[in-house]
């Protein structure tokens, strides 16, 4: 085989460049081919490189990222060689195998491919390895070059690795292949002309709840363009049930002579080879398709594309560890890539339901899966390739290394699946769970299953839930398996492949028992005085559309969740016996006390719970909770009710406000190893109850418990005994004034405490009082005889001097029974009247 071999077929693009791409190969054993769509690099270069690198036992394994994109790789390949699929060329697919002894070529999907490289860490078949379309950078595209890039260093320097891409940046990846030659194509299109017709402005915004409105869209665009354009159309939708209301829309207004075909991933096989065969003479098509049309398939016939501008991708969230479905614009390259296939064969027409405006916003690119994907599944294939945990990962060769949080997630499910050891090693479980054709979800439920008893129901849900359907309940669905063909065939081979009789009865009783086992974490537990609302094992909140036949069913377990918004929209589960739940997860549920401050009662409420993860299965009342746990709980209350729910006495208020006065002032007297005097208040003494108040709660559990605090002694006791001396020291409880009285100090305001005294009995007095070793005067509140207030001095000698006489001039006459002299600092202090005094 040698690229003279061409000179028979019409040419392509990728020709003149063959010579090149084997001569570079040859020589360096990584090359990078960079050629746009149309060029002919999928059904051109294997081929090239038989003569070189399919000899000697030796064959070419060629990766393409989806199943219908290999078959017709493969077939294309079959036919330029004039041969069925299955001698030069073959292909490996998922439960679909076309080989033979000679076989040169094998074209094979991404899960094929790393497979193989699991059970042959050599690669001892193979020569080379050619990554088709590597530009979409898919999960197991990354996995199956990191995994290569290792073999070649370590085992296999004699391996060919060779990536072809459309638009991706080649330096990048050429960097990766240590730094590896660019071979470029020139491509073959035919000039498209492009016409942007969006919605009306108000409903041009690109959101879900647009979608009917843009399928309207669609739909008058494809019968406009049926009218003005010749030519098969080829309708980019965002997923399959747009495509299959879109084709309902058209089924009763179409000319009898044009066809519909949709074309999506999960569609059979034969409604998929339709789509892409060339209409028959004298007819058109109408291709409905999702992105899978966008790349490696080749539709003949189609000159007009009509694209939405949206696809649909399942986005993983770290944070709740659950998948969501996103509806987006597609990015700037994905919009060339659809343009183009309109001029695949001559030139064409494209319509964009979208505006200039709006494509000005798109990305450039898509986001490579593996940044947005759930990496359990690679997680598992690299602990069983022996890169345990994040390091081991990190150790490989990445153009995007795995993000920590998701892979953090995967390792921490694997291990709940029983799939890795503590120490992030595989384990015999998981490498059973490896070998399966199914997320490791699925495939440790299917495992499980099978040990106990209900093996078959576990096949078919794992079918199941591999396609997309309608309606909630899953039992539903597995009943109705049977008569799906496709779903039968997968079931099939499952079974087959773990030794499953497929006569064994399903048993729909048991499908929530199964989904339980691929998602212990989305177990549902029905909230009170609500039919659809649901809290999960792992917390999150969840909910069944008001419809759903499941509505008010005690436990649920979710396989699908729209996980946009704070409370998750349940997309398809199933119900689970509690009974299941107790068999099935016995060594995980575990009894907790909780231990709560129940606002209704205002007491402490101690509850003994059985719980799987953050799901409260089953609670009753309790006395076993600790003592530090019942008074963690009372001071929640104390908290709640605020620090004015503890029996405040003017004793203790009074003390508070000293210790208070001694918080605000200690600079004045606290040596550097003297005690800190503490915060009291109302925020700091709620933080530190644990400190102050503990020792005084124990065995109380109710507010009104509280009443039996003593706090002033419970205050002073918090303090060392030299704090209690200082205190009395420098914040005495009274003074004692000239004429004998021993007055109370008021220090409710800790800045300046004040001694309220009469005024007649200060006569005498020079000095203002003062405390704290007399480096804080006292605030005096002069009062007359009947207690009210007549003046607020810090000092006695300006008042007597400046003040008094007015004083006494006003007063004199209203409380004539009492002294006013002159000269009040010659005068007796007295606390009596003039009358009282003469009798002495």
């Known amino acids: 085989m040698h690229t003279n071999f061409f000179d028979t077929f019409p040419a392509l693009p990728i020709d003149t460049t063959l010579p090149e791409l084997v001569s570079v190969l040859t020589k360096s054993p990584n090359c990078v081919l960079h050629a746009p769509p149309g060029a002919g690099k999928t059904t051109r270069v294997p081929l090239a490189l038989i003569k070189n690198f399919a000899q000697d036992e030796k064959k070419i394994i060629m990766l393409e990222p989806r199943r219908l994109a290999a078959r017709t790789a493969a077939a294309r390949l079959a036919a330029t060689l004039g041969e069925q699929v299955g001698k030069t060329i073959g292909y490996r697919i998922k439960n679909d195998t076309k080989i033979s002894a000679q076989t040169k070529v094998e074209v094979v999907t991404e899960g094929v491919l790393t497979r193989i490289m699991q059970n042959d860490p050599e690669l001892s078949a193979y020569s080379c390895i050619i990554f088709d379309e590597f530009h979409e950078r898919s999960l197991h595209a990354d996995l199956g070059l990191a995994l290569a890039l290792e073999i070649q260093e370590a085992l296999r320097d004699d391996l060919r690795i060779l990536v072809m891409s459309a638009t991706l940046d080649t330096q990048e990846i050429a960097t990766l292949l240590n730094n590896s030659p660019i071979v470029s194509s020139e491509g073959k299109s035919y000039p498209v002309t492009i016409n942007h017709i969006p919605l009306p402005q108000a409903l041009a915004a690109r959101t879900d709840q647009n979608i009917p409105a843009l399928l309207n869209h669609m739909v008058k665009t494809i019968h406009h363009a049926l009218a003005h354009d010749e030519g098969s159309i080829l309708a980019f939708l965002p997923g399959a049930g747009e495509i299959n209301k ?74 709740t560890g659950m998948n969501r479905l996103i509806t987006e614009p597609v990015s700037l390259a994905a919009a060339t890539q659809r343009t183009g296939r309109a001029g695949r064969t001559e030139s064409g027409i494209c319509y964009r339901l979208w505006s200039q405006t709006q494509e000005n916003s798109f990305r450039a690119f898509a986001s490579p899966e593996i940044k947005e994907a759930d990496l359990a599944p690679l997680a598992l294939e690299l602990a069983q390739w022996g890169a345990y945990g994040e390091e081991g990962a990190h150790a490989l060769a990445w153009l995007d290394t795995p993000p920590t949080s998701a892979y953090t997630q995967a390792l921490t499910l694997l291990h709940q699946l029983g799939a890795l050891n503590a120490d992030l090693s595989i384990t015999d479980h998981g490498k059973a769970v490896a070998a399966l054709p199914l997320h490791p979800r699925l495939a440790h439920m299917v495992l499980t299953a099978q040990k106990n008893g209900y093996g078959h129901t576990a096949c078919t849900l794992a079918a199941v839930l591999s396609e997309r359907s309608l309606g909630t309940d899953l039992r539903h669905a597995v009943e109705q398996a049977t008569a799906n063909p496709a779903l039968k065939k997968a079931t099939q081979h499952l079974c087959k492949r773990q030794n499953i009789s497929t006569t064994e009865p399903i048993h729909t009783s048991k499908v929530g028992a199964c989904l339980a086992l691929a998602y212990p974490d989305r177990i549902g537990k029905l909230r009170e005085n609500s039919r659809t609302d649901y809290k999960l094992s792992n917390g999150r909140k969840a909910q069944l559309p008001e419809d759903s036949p499941l509505a008010a069913s005690p436990f649920i377990v979710a396989a699908e969740l729209n996980d946009a918004h704070a409370t998750s929209r349940i997309w398809r589960c199933a119900p689970i016996d509690i009974d299941d739940i107790y068999t099935l997860f016995q060594t995980d549920i575990h009894e907790h006390d909780i231990v709560t401050w129940d606002e209704k009662t205002a007491s402490v409420s101690t509850i003994r719970t059985e719980q799987l993860g953050e799901l409260v299965l089953t609670q009753q009342p309790s006395d076993s909770a600790s003592d530090e746990q019942i008074q963690e709980a009372l001071f929640t209350g104390i908290r709640k009710l605020g620090i004015t729910t503890l029996p405040w006495t003017k004793e203790a208020l009074r003390l508070r406000e000293r210790l208070a006065f001694m918080h605000k002032h200690s600079h004045l007297f606290t040596k550097e190893d003297s005690p800190i005097w503490p915060d009291i208040s109302d925020k700091a003494l709620l933080a530190s109850l644990t400190t102050w108040l503990a020792p005084y709660t124990t065995g109380m559990r109710k507010a009104a418990d509280l009443r039996k605090l003593n706090l002033e002694s419970i205050l002073l006791a918090s303090l060392e005994w030299t ?83 007015s004083v006494r001039a006003e007063m004199r006459g209203r409380y004539p029974k009492h002294p006013w002299p002159e000269n009040p600092l010659t005068a007796e202090p007295t606390r009596k009247t003039k009358r009282a005094l003469r009798k002495e």
């Open 246 to 319: 879109v084709a309902d829309m058209l089924s009763s207004a179409l000319p009898p002579h044009v066809d519909v075909a949709p074309l999506y991933g999960n569609l059979p096989q034969k409604q998929q080879d339709a789509a892409i065969l060339p209409a028959p003479a004298g007819r058109r098509k109408i291709v409905l398709a999702t992105s899978i049309a966008e790349t490696s398939l080749t539709i003949e016939g189609i000159r007009i594309v009509i694209d939405s501008g949206l696809s649909r991708s399942s986005r993983f969230s770290p944070a």
């Open 723 to 805: 704090q209690q001396q200082t205190l009395q020291q420098q914040a005495p409880t009274h003074f004692t004034v000239p004429s004998g009285s021993s007055i109370r100090i008021d220090y409710s305001d800790p800045a300046t405490p004040t001694l309220p005294v009469k005024l007649q009995e200060m006569f005498g007095a020079t000095q203002t009082p003062t405390i704290a070793e007399g480096k804080l005067p006292l605030t005096i509140h002069l009062l007359s005889p009947a207690n009210r207030p007549l003046q607020v001095t810090r000092d006695l000698i300006s008042f007597w001097q400046n003040g008094y006489p």
